[in-house]
Structure formats: C-alpha cells, structure tokens
C-alpha cells in the first residue's frame, strides 16, 4: 500500500510493518490545508486497517517539517459559511487526535520550522527526535486565533506550566528548548536524523506489539488528551468560532499586508 508521489500527504508501508508518513507541500514549508488534512486523515485510516503495522514514522519533505497553517487558506476558510468553517476544525482535530492514539507507536523526525500546527502533531507522537536546526512556536495567538484543538496534546507534552509560557506568547524556541521541555525527546545533529530514527524504530521492533499497543492505551486512559466526545466538541466550536471572530481577521490580514495587528485596547 502506498500513496501518489504528488500527493501533500505521502505514506508506505515496509516489510517489517513500519510505516513512514511524509508531509508533502515544500512548497509552502508544509503549511497545511483542507487537502493535507484530509491526506493526514485517510493516511491513518488506511495504516490504521494494515495488518501488522509495528511502527509509524512522522516527517516533512524540504527544508521544514512542518510551518502549521496555510494562513491563506485560514483566511479563505473564516470566511466561508459556519458549517462549513466547523467541520474544517473537526477533521484538523480528528487527525491530531488519531496520530495521538495510533494503536501502533509513532516517531516524529523534525527539521527546519515546526510551528502552530506542527507542534500539535509532534505533541501527539510517542517518541520525537529533533535535528539541531529545528525551530519551534505555538503561534497561534499571534493571528488573533487559539490553539484551542492541539492543546490537550500538547498539555500531555510539556504540561500545563510551559503551555502558559508559550501559547501565550508565540515566542520561538530551538531544538535545545524544545527538549528541555519535553516537546521533544532528543536533539541529534541534521545529517543524523534519520539514523537515529531508525534506531528508536529498532528499539520498537524488538518489544511485543501487543504489550506496545496495550502499554500505550492505558498511558493516554490518564492523559488530558483522553477527550470524551462532549469535551472535543467543546474545543472544536470554540476553534472555530475563534477562526471567524473579528479579532482572528485583524490577525490574518496583518500576516497578509506583512505587519503588526492593530489589537484593539478595549
């Protein structure tokens, strides 16, 4: 099984049943949109009904693994009808959150820029490797948005204390930070990424896949991201809600015009 070489999400499948998953718009650092979400999602189903499946790799094609939204596409989406706005956040939220509970273990490889989005995604990996030229940010707020469907992830990541730090301020911080606090678990030199994804990936291969699999569930039974379906309702709304509201068009536009939001005082 294997997908389209053109496709922004491309994903196959080895021998041994270890998956790699690679996020496929370089063009754009790999922002994502409504096409690459609905490739993230049908990724999953598929390796999610393989048999065998032992491990899943995460990584991005080009210079950045992953720059969080097209905020071109946010745009175009906060101005579409409410519906239609809703179930843009729902199926952003359902693909985190089945890269969260992927019944078999996955390892993030992150290079370049892993930013918004980005971070929710290594958030919901097991295991996250980060070369020493990676750069990451919760930036959201800065565009008058919230990260509202990444935060339990992310609050099972780096905990409830950094998350105040940095979703609050959108700041950038390196590889080193980043494993300080807990987003991700290594820093490995660039040109050693992959070798040492492929050592973890060992590392998982050589475990029973059921005690994996079984390990794995009861660890996110008391996780923040273990959401009854009222509470991931909950933040899906207020995403998008938060996409359509006056503030979030200031914020897009000051990306479009490449200048500071006018954030009103009052």
């Known amino acids: ?24 718009r370089p063009e754009v650092n790999n922002a994502y949109n409504g096409a690459m979400i609905d490739g993230l999602l049908a990724a999953l189903d598929a390796l999610g009904q393989a048999k065998g499946l032992r ?21 175009e989406v906060r101005r579409s ?63 008058g948005l919230h990260a509202s469907i990444i935060i339990p992830q992310l609050a099972d990541a780096i905990g409830v204390r950094q998350l105040r730090r940095y979703a609050l301020t959108g700041e950038r911080f390196n590889a080193q930070d980043a494993c300080r606090i807990g987003l991700a678990h290594k820093v490995v030199p660039l040109t050693e990424l992959e070798v040492e994804g492929a050592r973890i990936v060992d590392h998982l291969l050589a475990n029973g896949p059921d005690a994996i699999r079984e390990t794995k569930a009861w660890i996110l039974k008391s996780a923040w991201s273990d959401l009854g379906d009222e509470d991931f309702d909950a933040l899906i709304e207020s995403h998008s809600a938060k996409r359509q509201s006056a503030e979030a068009g200031e914020g897009l536009a000051s990306f479009a015009e490449k200048r500071a939001g006018k954030w009103s005082k009052g």
Do not use: Y
């Open 1 to 24: 099984m294997t997908s389209n070489a053109h496709d922004p999400v491309l994903w196959d499948i080895d021998a041994r049943g270890v998956a790699t998953v690679t996020l496929n």
């Open 55 to 75: 491990a899943v790799v995460l990584k991005g094609n080009g210079k950045h693994f992953q720059a969080g939204a097209d905020l071109k596409w946010i745009n």
């Open 81 to 143: 009808a409410p519906a239609e706005n809703l179930q843009v956040s729902r199926a952003t939220a359902q693909a985190v959150q089945q890269l969260n509970t992927a019944p078999a273990p996955t390892v993030a490889l992150v290079h370049g820029g892993c930013f918004g989005g980005g971070t929710g995604m290594v958030a919901a990996c097991d295991v996250v490797l980060a070369a020493d030229n990676s750069v990451f940010s919760i930036a959201e707020v800065r565009w």
